[in-house]
């Protein structure tokens, strides 16, 4: 078990909805971290958050969203969504240092209908 | 070209055998380099460290790392089928404002 809590496990929805998924670090972990994996591309960075700023930002489309809150969890809000928004999303966190590995959730599989 | 590339596989080996599995990147600037082993339906989990090149060692497990061939390599010694699973490199520059890269993953399957 790495420490780090992704809520819900699966979600399915329709086009257009709007959802949020939620992620708790590892206790003492200050920076969370946002993925998107699908076969086709991988492990995708989306974007990183430390003690509640904006760290890093990769290939985030404009209609997804986050945010760290004063308790260091994270949420991801995806909306208008798309049938190739289907995929799973990863939450990781890690201690912060540039240096720090990352620890993973197990995910929250979230499917557009 | 992407900036990290790996092989998909799969990869299939009997109980026992050595196991490598390997990366290639194109960015010079990586010097953080890590393995994840992610099973189905499970998030990836930490399996090795490195910074910059060298060798290191954690039970049959042993991580190689050249950067002047851009090239890192993982051995599983002795694979057991408890090592099936989908192995994703992953590497850092270390700079503050990027993230860990990762490859897509080559999935390996051990037959007892």
Aim: aromatic residues 12%.
């Amino acid at each position: 078990d790495s420490g780090v809590t992704q809520t819900p496990k699966h979600l399915i929805t329709a086009t257009g909805q709007r959802v949020t998924l939620r992620c708790s670090p590892r206790s003492g972990d200050l920076s969370v971290y946002w993925y998107q994996q699908s076969l086709d591309q991988g492990l995708q960075f989306l974007i990183q958050y430390y003690n509640g700023e904006e760290r890093a930002k990769g290939n985030i489309l404009e209609r997804f969203s986050a945010q760290q809150f004063p308790d260091l969890h994270s949420e991801l809000n995806l909306s208008s969504l798309e049938l190739g928004d289907s995929a799973l999303y990863f939450c990781a966190s890690s201690q912060g240092g540039i240096s720090s590995p990352l620890h993973f959730g197990n995910g929250t599989r979230l499917t557009v209908t | 070209q992407k900036e990290v590339e790996q092989d998909p596989g799969p990869l299939s080996v009997p109980e026992g055998a050595i196991v490598s599995l390997n990366c290639t990147y194109s960015n010079s600037a990586f010097q953080y380099f890590m393995w994840y082993r992610q099973y189905s339906r499970k998030g990836p989990e930490l399996l090795m460290y490195t910074y910059s090149s060298g060798n290191k060692e954690d039970g049959r497990f042993t991580a190689q790392v050249d950067k002047s061939s851009k090239y890192i390599s993982l051995f599983i010694r002795d694979s057991q089928p408890s090592d099936s699973a989908t192995y994703l490199c992953a590497m850092s520059a270390g700079q503050a404002g990027t993230a860990l890269i990762f490859g897509k993953g080559t999935t390996l399957s051990v037959s007892s």
